[in-house]
């Protein structure tokens, strides 16, 4: 019998350290959006008083179907965005969990290693 290491069919966070973060082992110093599709690009705010509401809105279309949850990732320590940004998330019935960017990488991993349909928002 022959064994063999699964290879993920998505990508994944490789490492991660203060101010930057590694998706299949490429370094990324800015923030990001990261979709267990494949889907991985930059997102367009590096500070968390300059999140607005099509921040969050942007966020449910990355994937070719709705993702079922999107993972925010406020920094370097948890801070939590005005439920006002989240509405049209919570509108389309899209969980969002907010965690520490080290946390919503782990977090991420796991779902995605799932199967599931996740989208990680990441400010650095």
């Given at each position: 019998?022959?064994?063999?290491?699964?290879?993920?069919?998505?990508?994944a966070?490789?490492?991660?350290?203060?101010?930057?973060v590694?998706?299949?082992?490429?370094?990324?110093?800015?923030?990001?959006?990261?979709?267990?599709?494949?889907?991985?690009?930059?997102?367009?705010?590096?500070?968390?008083?300059d999140?607005?509401?099509?921040?969050?809105?942007h966020?449910?279309?990355?994937?070719?179907?709705a993702?079922e949850?999107?993972?925010?990732?406020?920094?370097?320590?948890?801070?939590?965005?005005?439920?006002?940004?989240?509405?049209?998330?919570?509108?389309?019935?899209?969980?969002?969990?907010?965690?520490?960017?080290a946390a919503?990488?782990?977090?991420?991993?796991?779902?995605?290693?799932?199967?599931?349909?996740?989208?990680?928002?990441?400010l650095?």
């Amino acid at each position: 019998m022959k064994l063999h290491a699964d290879k993920p069919d998505s990508l994944a966070i490789t490492s991660y350290g203060e101010g930057w973060v590694a998706v299949n082992g490429q370094r990324h110093a800015g923030s990001l959006v990261l979709a267990s599709g494949g889907q991985l690009h930059p997102w367009g705010c590096e500070r968390f008083e300059d999140l607005t509401s099509a921040h969050f809105e942007h966020l449910a279309g990355v994937m070719d179907e709705a993702p079922e949850l999107v993972l925010f990732g406020s920094g370097s320590r948890l801070r939590f965005v005005r439920p006002a940004l989240l509405q049209d998330l919570m509108a389309r019935r899209i969980g969002v969990e907010t965690m520490d960017s080290a946390a919503a990488c782990r977090t991420f991993n796991i779902l995605a290693g799932e199967g599931r349909r996740v989208v990680l928002a990441l400010l650095m």
